[in-house]
């Protein structure tokens, strides 16, 4: 929502990954890593923080787990679930592949870290008004991630600069 402070949830677009009754998982689409202000990452290598910084194809996945990466790409297949275009990996040769290869697999992305709820937590947030949901669309490999939230909100028919006061449902 418009009015989400949390730095590193606010115009955030998210994919849940996995909701059970233990817990919800996701993974932010929208937030290149370079224009993150990520705090104690632990990034202890110099070289890998300079690749992180400049890099529009690393993306910031969650505040969790920052050390893990997964794979987003777009099969251009539209009836293929948005959860078969995700491959948790770690083969180096793919990620080489995706950081310095111009020709790489089109809308490819990176992702570092995950978003993680409490049993029931994410639920309270949404009645609460702090997220909106959205069925998956493989335009959203269409559109620049700089560009992402808004579109998404726009299809509710809603503007970010119109909201006032706090989100919620009456």
């Excluded at 705090?39 to 110099?46: A, T």
């Excluded at 491959?87 to 995706?98: A, H, K, P, R």
């Excluded at 709820?117 to 997220?131: A, H, M, S, Y």
Aim: net charge negative; proline share 3%; glycine share 8%.
């Amino acid at each position: 929502m418009p009015n989400m402070v949390d730095p590193y949830f606010s115009k955030s677009v998210l994919f849940i990954c996995e909701d059970s009754i233990n817990g919800t998982t996701g993974i932010i689409i929208n937030k290149p890593v370079s224009e993150m202000k990520i705090v104690n990452s632990g990034i202890k290598n110099k070289i890998f923080e300079d690749i992180l910084n400049e890099s529009k194809k690393i993306f910031f996945g969650g505040p969790l787990n920052l050390n893990e990466a997964c794979v987003i790409e777009n099969t251009f297949d539209s009836s293929v679930d948005f959860s078969k275009k995700i491959q948790l990996s770690t083969d180096l040769d793919l990620i080489q592949e995706i950081l310095f290869n111009d020709k790489s697999s089109h809308g490819a992305r990176l992702i570092f870290g995950h978003a993680g709820w409490e049993k029931n937590q994410l639920e309270k947030e949404i009645k609460r008004g702090d997220w909106i949901l959205q069925d998956y669309d493989s335009s959203i490999f269409n559109i620049p991630s700089k560009n992402l939230w808004q579109e998404m909100i726009h299809i509710f028919g809603l503007d970010e600069f119109n909201f006032i006061g706090n989100g919620g449902m009456s």
